[in-house]
């Protein structure tokens, strides 16, 4: 008897999360991968700068993974690049504009020599092993996204990427709805969709939208103009060049990530800047205030950002002056809420008119509402649906609104990652399991930082650290200098000098009834120490700091 | 010539802020207090439980200060009382609700025998020194909450609380809009209005919309009904009561929180509970799925609360279930939307349905929306207006509404805490500063936390603390022990014991290099070894932990 043949979806992150897309497609012996993004850390990731994808399995499997394949430049979706390729080499395909920010940040870690970087274009087919991967054009907050449709020998498994259906797109190239409904015509397997606005009923708005609104406070504005906005969506950033030109304002940015962006965007053709726009932040102060506009990042609130700073007055060249129109173009991140709104209150403080969410259309989504995704599904009619790209909720709603469009819900997985998936045309079910989390980044540390660690950092947060350090004789276990208490993060020592003394004395007298009783092992003598003092502190403070006690010897004889 | 006299208010706590609400209303030598409320503590601030108003102002002028009038018995406007009657102990008249929940909290903290606590109720009017303070009903999500107007030599002083204008209330107590009205007939010199919802057009909606959408539920729900909540939202709760009486459910209880306010709610008649509805959480596995209803706290996600232990099966007494409805009853507080939704993620991998924000009509919001504003500043035709209540942005909005009424600019005042206001009949105006600002309580330490020991604990949560010891002879300065190199959330130490090899020589080599100098005083040494140890981490980690030298001397003679 023959052996049933499937393809094997396995997603490694997106899935259950927003951030860290990444998934494999596996036939056989051959792997190719979806996305290779990263995350930003949660607040408890303490002091972690940024979360990957665990792939093990592929490392596992490194042999089989013949090539990755970007739907777009988004972090969430190139970030782990430079990580992942250090470890397993292997083609990247992608747009010009997604391999163009891959490039750049591949320079950044001096590996842009060995990267094999493969752009394609809408309607590119590739074969990979046994695949063929055709790629095509849908609508984002950046362009050049593209979904895909990969050709396997067990049928079409479709990946839409993150995409909206923008029906006035700026750059006028629209959503390749043709070829969606082709392929839904001609049969598909599978179907893997985004799930983020899944939530919101309706049609996801237009750019376009946003470069009226533009319009409307550029004519108003009667002097400076400063928006903030995510510095990869480029079309925002074309609206508002637009706009600049209509209304006789020059062009100044500010912020790293908005100038690397929109260099690499001009350089490729995909931001048309008029000669002569742009000048230098330094020439802002030179010109009528109402011939300027400068585009800047912190639409987030991010501390550091150019837009924290100039709203509280600690960046180089430019503070917000009263009068200024700061317009930001973006809604908070979850867990952005307040850092965001700290930055409306300094801004309306300096006198700034601040037009944000809620009092305006400065803003549209990129992914797409109900409508789009029920649009989608029935176009590609898929025989398997597997949402990705949300939460767990997003996913489950997701596959409810398949289900009510007719796909069978024992054919709609709301899945994990680390699932395997195995599909063909008679047959669609998890099979199995594999490794998959996050690898925490810190500094240039991959994975040293873990449960212990942060747990550490945590306990040091909420109450500090006393440590106790005490030389005693190696033979004697005689006291010979300390014990010595030294704290950092939990009381001011001048206030408490009181306290400190007494704890002193509670260390001092479980080191004497160690030597009573004759108990002479290092790690008795510590917990001893870490115990009477616990115990002394909590009563007194009702705080728990680490209690760290060091032991040196010294051999007097 | 004689002297002129003004009323002065000083607000030292929730302007410019969410929380800590505390204004000071001072004629000649008589200060009152509006509220002694607390804060919860943002994020940046590690490991602080609460946080107080800076009172230094009535501590320096203890013996003019009267009174503290409540508005309410919320956290924002009662929760600083502990720890401002331990210092300046003076009656506290509050409605009895308000009292009921004070009078818990003091005896939490073994004060109730001191205070003293005066009952008050609507359209009561007190004489304390030249003040005459009336109390007026208004709606809020909370009972008996009261607005306060201040008959003083120099007119009449008008403080809303928190409120918004609800004319179907649960309890059937309608906002009493007469007392209003007639103050501005006979002319209101000061109106200090709740600005939280300014920036909302319309009207806020009855409290009576949620229980609508409660029998809604109720009547779908098939299995157990879990509902979260605010705990002090008794009217909320006692919705909830009514449904579970109509449809036939027990009710149970989860949550310190709330089973304190519902007690002390039930006990003073504020809460009517049907005989024998309430049972123990203990027994509700003993009654059928459809028979029960719980109450629960968890509503913001709370990592300890118990909605949030029932998801993630950590409850003592309950998990949540397949079938399960549960409803968060609330919107997320600015910063909390990140772990509510998580929550929510969790809730619905246990197979619950849940019924949250922007799904449903399962919350009101208890403050007044645009409309409500403009009719109270209509109704008092205050000659100054004053937003108390909300973040800057929307004081600034709030005094612009008032502009639109009719209250010229100059009268209208966007302030901050610690300004000194001044007001008569002929000049208005901002006439000095006092100390303001917060006290951070944590543990049992009040203002024993400040800069450097935050600073401290966001430098360790960040890249963690190594700590060098070394035990040196007091006279020759030989190395007697060490050095050794302990560290706690930093790194992995099995995965960086080379790190931690070299780390050490780099510090042997300064003490050295000390040594060979001739630098012999210990914070020379310290600081050697610091900059060392710093730049060789730095390099080979990107991490900055703070890094502790500790040198204990022996006489060894």
Chains 1, 2 share one sequence.
Not at 69 to 90: C, S
Not at 109 to 128: G, Y
Not at 196 to 205: A, D, I, L, P
Not at 470 to 493: C, E, W
Request: proline fraction near 4%.
């Amino acid at each position: 008897m023959k052996k049933e043949l499937f393809i094997e979806v396995i997603p490694l992150g997106g899935l259950g999360e927003i951030g860290k897309n990444m998934t494999a497609v596996k036939y056989q012996d051959e792997i190719i991968l979806i996305d290779c993004g990263m995350a930003f850390p949660e607040d408890e990731l303490m002091g972690i700068d940024l979360v990957l994808p665990d792939y093990t399995y592929l490392l596992d499997n490194r042999d089989k993974v013949l090539a990755v394949l970007l739907t777009h430049g988004h972090e969430d979706h190139i970030g782990g690049l430079p990580y992942f390729l250090k470890q397993i080499n292997v083609p990247v395909y992608g747009s010009r504009l997604a391999l163009g920010l891959v490039g750049h940040k591949l320079k950044e870690h001096h590996m842009e020599k060995d990267a094999q970087l493969k752009t394609v274009k809408p309607r590119d087919i590739v074969s990979i092993g046994s695949f063929k991967v055709e790629f095509i054009r849908v609508s984002h907050s950046i362009p050049d996204a593209m979904a895909l449709a990969i050709h396997t020998p067990q049928g079409v498994v479709v990946h839409t990427g993150d995409f909206k259906i923008d029906h006035t797109p700026v750059d006028g190239d629209v959503i390749d709805l043709h070829r969606f409904a082709s392929l839904g015509e001609q049969g598909v397997l599978l179907l893997m969709s985004d799930s983020t606005n899944v939530e919101r009923e309706g049609y996801t708005f237009s750019e376009r939208l946003v470069g009226k609104s533009f319009e409307e406070y550029f004519a108003a504005a009667e002097e400076r103009i400063i928006i903030a906005s995510f510095a990869s969506n480029i079309h925002r950033l074309q609206q508002v060049i637009y706009a600049a030109e209509k209304y006789g304002r020059q062009l100044a940015v500010a912020g790293r990530s908005m100038v690397t962006v929109l260099t690499v965007a001009s350089e490729l053709g995909y931001l048309k800047i008029p000669e002569g726009m742009l000048i230098d932040l330094d020439e802002v102060d030179k010109l009528p205030n109402n011939k300027v506009v400068i585009l800047t990042t912190g639409s987030q609130g991010e501390p550091m950002s150019a837009l924290t700073r100039m709203a509280f007055g600690d960046h180089r060249q430019l503070a917000v002056m009263p009068g200024d129109t700061v317009i930001i173009s973006a809604t908070p991140i979850p867990g952005n809420e307040k850092s965001v709104s700290r930055n409306i209150n300094q801004l309306f403080k300096m006198g700034a008119k601040v037009i944000y969410e809620g009092n305006s259309d400065i803003h549209v989504s990129g992914h797409p509402s109900q409508e789009e995704l029920k649009l989608i599904i029935n176009l590609l009619r898929p025989q398997y649906f597997l949402p990705v790209h949300g939460e767990y909720r997003m996913l489950k709603k997701h596959a409810e609104l398949a289900q009510q469009l007719g796909i069978p819900a024992e054919n709609t997985f709301v899945g994990e990652i680390g699932q395997v998936f195995a599909f063909n045309r008679r047959h669609g079910r998890m099979v199995g399991r594999v490794p998959a989390g996050r690898v925490l980044v810190d500094g240039l540390g991959v994975g040293d930082v873990g449960n212990i660690v942060l747990r550490d950092r945590r306990d040091m947060a909420q109450d500090g650290i006393l440590i106790v350090v005490v030389t005693m004789d190696k033979n004697t276990h005689q006291v010979l200098a300390g014990p010595d208490i030294v704290s950092r993060g939990f009381v001011y020592v001048r206030e408490a000098e009181a306290l400190m003394g007494e704890a002193r004395q509670k260390v001092i007298a479980a080191l004497q009834k160690c030597s009573d009783q004759g108990k002479s092992g290092w790690s008795y003598i510590k917990q001893e120490i870490k115990s009477a003092l616990g115990k002394f502190l909590f009563d007194h403070t009702h705080r728990r700091p680490i209690i760290l006690p060091i032991i040196m010897e010294v051999d007097k004889s």
